[in-house]
């Protein structure tokens, strides 16, 4: 056993020996967490109809299609520097690996920023949806009584053995996928409002409107991929499992929201889609099921809806626990995150110390009467869709500088240079476009723009100075820092 795999401390408050997260994951189960963290349909009847209405209209399905380009080539580095890097910890073990220890603890906090701020929006989302419906049937509680308990089962199913996770994800996700295809088939064989065409990928339909907005969208629903490379000690040979679920991951995501995008556009028309997402974006897919579904087909998606966004927090609570579990590992966390339940072989203190700090995030959002959807959805999707690009960029720029410094490691120029590279300037230029549209996103001036867009730094701050701290006290242990969890 590894040090990295040996998270000391105590199992269940009694000293035990050094534990190790189970192995047992397969291809399948790692892609079934990473595409429901993905929430397809929860991106296809959430966000889609916001991207049309504040982004390119009938051409945001394109955008999907760009989005996933880029994070391929950004997968050709990530998994070459996988090999390399043979433990969990991903985006941030990478920083340190490429750019030092001090980057990469900073890129280690902007990731649980990224993450933290996604859970809660779609938690907000998920309790507004499930207060709406309890309004409707003469129930009247406010959204954030449904949010927490949301939170307290998604903590009961994390603390527990994470295929367990896995087989509730995966129902969730063929569910709500075949109701998506479903509905798809039916606008292709009725030959949708104005018959099939391609005019969602004309060059004049992509950049109409705010381009800005709809790519930043778009890349939001691609948030979580990275699980593959978190759950990198928990899946079966590793070296075949992660590059396998990581491509066809960023395949299936991409090919379906492009698929399913186009099909919401040909269900309305190219010329009315925009006129249909804005009369009423929240309920857009749910009437596009009506009318080429029927009521039924409409009441079953309506409920899967639900099941997507908890789907969706449920898989991100697990690559929340296993960041602070790698973190606490490398010795930036507290040594008792890295304990490993005796039983479920889970991270459970971690699992525990995430389910706390999702419940504790709730109440203050609820204190300060934030809109569930309008501002906390919005704000913080904004804010993590920002931070992950930029993480990735960080991320490509380390596999460059790392394999530029270790040369004949087996993979060809094209893995260590050339795809990084060009997934850099790709994911460079999306930062760019995101912040210049941020503005439009949360719907105010650029002051509240710059200060929420300002967290990203701040926490990159954080780690970046926790790192120089530990250095001077330690520098055995800062030089060590992320050979604990990659040796």
């Known amino acids: 056993m590894t040090t990295?795999?040996?998270?000391?401390g105590t199992v269940l408050g009694a000293p035990a020996p050094a534990r190790r997260l189970d192995g047992s994951l397969g291809v399948g189960s790692i892609v079934f967490m990473v595409v429901a963290a993905a929430a397809p349909l929860t991106v296809i009847g959430g966000a889609a109809p916001l991207g049309m209405l504040m982004g390119n209209g009938a051409g945001y399905p394109s955008m999907y299609a760009?989005?996933?380009?880029?994070?391929?080539?950004?997968?050709?580095?990530?998994?070459?520097?996988?090999r390399t890097v043979a433990k969990p910890g991903a985006f941030f073990t990478y920083v340190g690996h490429g750019l030092g220890n001090t980057t990469g603890l900073g890129a280690a906090y902007l990731a649980l920023l990224v993450y933290t701020c996604v859970q809660v929006a779609v938690y907000a989302y998920l309790g507004a949806d499930l207060a709406g419906l309890a309004a409707a049937a003469g129930i009247d509680l406010p959204w954030w009584v449904f949010t927490l308990a949301m939170v307290a089962?998604?903590?009961?199913?994390g603390y527990r053995h994470v295929e367990l996770s896995a087989k509730v994800l995966g129902v969730v996700l063929i569910a709500e996928i075949g109701i998506v295809l479903v509905l798809a088939a039916a606008v292709v064989a009725t030959g949708g409002a104005e018959g099939l065409s391609l005019a969602p990928f004309e060059p004049s339909a992509v950049i109409s409107g705010a381009p800005g907005v709809g790519l930043m969208m778009a890349f939001a629903g691609f948030i979580g991929f990275e699980a593959t490379a978190v759950f990198r000690d928990e899946a079966r040979d590793p070296e075949r499992t992660i590059p396998r679920a990581t491509y066809a991951a960023v395949l299936l995501i991409g090919v379906f929201y492009t698929f399913a995008g186009w099909a919401l556009v040909m269900a309305w028309g190219p010329s009315q889609v925009l006129d249909a997402a804005a009369a009423d974006p929240t309920n857009m897919v749910v009437l596009t099921a009506q009318n080429y579904l029927g009521t039924a087909g409409a009441m079953l998606l309506q409920v899967l809806l639900l099941t997507s966004l908890f789907a969706c927090v449920l898989s991100f609570h697990n690559v929340l626990t296993r960041y602070q579990h790698s973190m606490a590992g490398a010795g930036t966390l507290p040594q008792g995150l890295g304990a490993v339940h005796a039983q479920h072989l889970s991270p459970y203190r971690?699992?525990?110390?995430?389910t706390g700090t999702a419940a504790a995030l709730v109440a203050v959002l609820a204190t300060l009467a934030w809109d569930p959807v309008l501002q906390v959805f919005t704000w913080l999707s904004g804010i993590a869709t920002l931070g992950i690009v930029?993480?990735?960029?960080?991320?490509s720029l380390a596999v460059v500088v790392h394999f530029a410094r270790h040369r004949g490691?087996?993979?060809?120029?094209?893995r260590t240079r050339w795809a990084p590279a060009l997934a850099m300037a790709g994911l460079l230029g999306a930062s760019a476009v995101i912040v210049a549209y941020f503005p439009m996103l949360v719907d105010a001036g650029w002051g509240l723009s710059l200060a929420l867009i300002a967290w990203i730094p701040a926490l990159v701050a954080v780690g970046m100075v926790q790192a120089r701290i530990l250095r001077r006290r330690d520098r055995t242990a800062y030089d060590r820092m992320f050979e604990r969890i990659t040796a």
């Open 390 to 395: 930029l993480l990735m960029a960080l991320t």
């Open 409 to 414: 490691s087996g993979d060809g120029p094209w």
């Open 4 to 8: 990295a795999a040996a998270h000391t």
């Open 66 to 82: 760009i989005s996933a380009a880029v994070l391929l080539l950004f997968s050709v580095g990530l998994n070459a520097m996988s």
């Open 350 to 354: 971690s699992s525990l110390l995430q």
């Open 153 to 157: 089962l998604v903590g009961l199913l």
